[in-house]
């Protein structure tokens, strides 16, 4: 299984950046995907997730910002971040979640990507 994440950078206050992430080694379609992210010091959080029902969650503090979306023939989950802030910066990790009905649970994550954002 392998989650190729891509499209970090820096950037400044108020731009934008798209991470990507390509998902091999597992059956796309029965995965939640999701963006976290873990600043310097912080502990990691959830960003975004877009599940297998097509239905998406956000984090309150990106909310209007970033929008997830997943593209289940390319096996890519894609985050665009809009409206960049310093408090953004942070090495983004993509996650796939498989709930098995006997309540068995299979994640796997990628490797992050850094996103700086500068004042």
């Known amino acids: 299984v392998q989650l190729q994440a891509s499209g970090g950078g820096s950037v400044q206050a108020g731009g934008s950046l798209r991470l990507s992430c390509v998902a091999s080694?597992?059956?796309?379609?029965?995965?939640?995907m999701g963006w976290y992210r873990q600043a310097p010091g912080k502990t990691r959080e959830l960003v975004a997730i877009?599940?297998?029902?097509?239905?998406?969650n956000y984090a309150d503090s990106v909310k209007g910002r970033f929008t997830i979306s997943r593209d289940n023939a390319q096996n890519t989950v894609s985050l665009q971040m809009n409206s960049l802030k310093p408090e953004d910066t942070a090495v983004y990790y993509c996650?796939?979640?498989?709930?098995?009905?006997?309540?068995?649970?299979?994640?796997?994550w990628g490797q992050g990507t850094l996103v700086t954002v500068s004042s």
């Open positions: 996650k796939s979640d498989r709930l098995y009905g006997s309540g068995y649970r299979e994640d796997y």
């Open positions: 877009a599940t297998i029902g097509g239905n998406t």
């Open positions: 080694g597992i059956i796309f379609t029965a995965y939640h």
